[in-house]
């Protein structure tokens, strides 16, 4: 027997390029089958469905659809709530009251397990109901994926930012310091990498949350670079950590502010970058010292989407629909790689997911030389898109020198 109802879509957490590709998946592809009544959108997540904050997508057209697909960042607006069991208690009343009967969420960890609950407490109130998540996170760290939607594009911002970067570096030398996005993954910072083309180009150094940070040899790893090439391009992780697992972000400063989760403030903050660059003035002789953050900016640049990304998180919505609504499932999209490139959808419990980390591999992480492996640049090169760009340099022969012989 078909289970008719409507069906609700929201997103949660971080806002990524294409997270509004997977909201119209959802959508257009929900249009498709005659037991979905209705589709709303709940406004900043799951906030927005307790307090019945819903958008009637069914009213809405294709083609404004489609130029909302485009767009970075959340259409429907996010939240950072972390719901409990009495929460999604709440939820599952709400959706029940205006007789909701398939739920997308669109996220990451926290999102994952707020799906888990929700499909919970549906079974305790005895109510027949589908809930999916669908993958979502910049940080690329969802267990049982390949890679997640929003990964590539803020990928490829971080690469093409280390591109110029280099660039001016190179025109302008001394030591360049890049602050990405990554609380306890590195994928994202390890995409600096992508932007190298020539021997001496930079970034030089590659600092992951997955290796502990020691400052001295930090120090060191800096002379060395510089004392080679007259200059030198970092790229630093905001959750660099030390021996003891304590950021080094905390270490240094002598105030730190919190997030509503107990965790220190990362993002949105200069504090690293600025330190570091201190702590380099102070023990070497080198006199430019530069530093970025990148902060928000990696997350929803409109300029800056892989057109593989946007097709995967669009296939991934509508993944969420059909294991929904053609097999009556609950879970989780998860996204596999195949061959060389291409990607299946697979589905998972999202018990499965939630609160688990996924971490970068060792066989991705060069240690020794604070920089990252082959292996990874083949894993992520097809992620950034068919039009990466690339950097070039002048070829033509130097003149021989009349009055400054040697």
Known sequence: MELKGKVVVAQGGGPTAVINQSLVGVVLEARKFSQVIKIYGAEHGVRGIVNEDFLDLTQETSHNLEQVAKTPASALLSTRDKPDKEYCAE???????????????????????????????AKNADYEFRAIHIPKTIDNDLVLND????????????????????????????????????RHAGFLTAASAMAQKYPDDGPHLIYLPE?????DRFTKDVLSVYDKYGRCVIAVSEGIQDEDHVPVA??????VERDAHGNVQLSGTGALGDLLGSHLKKTT??????SDTFGYLQRSFIACVSDVDRQEA?????????????????????????????????????????????????EFIDGMRSHITEAFRNYLRPLLGTDFPQAFRIRAPRVEKILNEA
């Open 285 to 290: 002789n080198i006199k430019r010292v530069r």
């Open 91 to 121: 939820i599952v009343k709400a959706l029940k009251a205006h007789g909701v009967r398939y739920f997308f969420y669109i996220g990451g960890n926290d999102s994952s397990d707020t799906v888990r609950i929700v499909n919970e407490e």
């Open 250 to 255: 905390a270490k240094l400063q002598s105030a």
């Open 314 to 362: 669009r296939e991934a919505g509508e993944k969420a629909v059909q294991y929904a609504l053609w097999y009556g499932k609950n879970g989780s999209v998860t996204i596999q790689r195949t061959g060389d490139y291409s990607v299946e959808y697979g589905f998972v419990p999202v018990s499965e997911i939630g609160g688990k980390t996924r971490h970068m591999p060792d």
């Open 211 to 215: 290796v502990s940070f020691n400052l």
């Open 147 to 182: 890679h997640t939607p929003g990964y590539p594009s803020a990928a490829r911002f971080v690469a093409e930012s280390f591109i110029g970067a280099n660039l001016d570096n190179r025109a302008l030398p001394g030591v360049y310091i890049g602050v990405v996005m990554g």
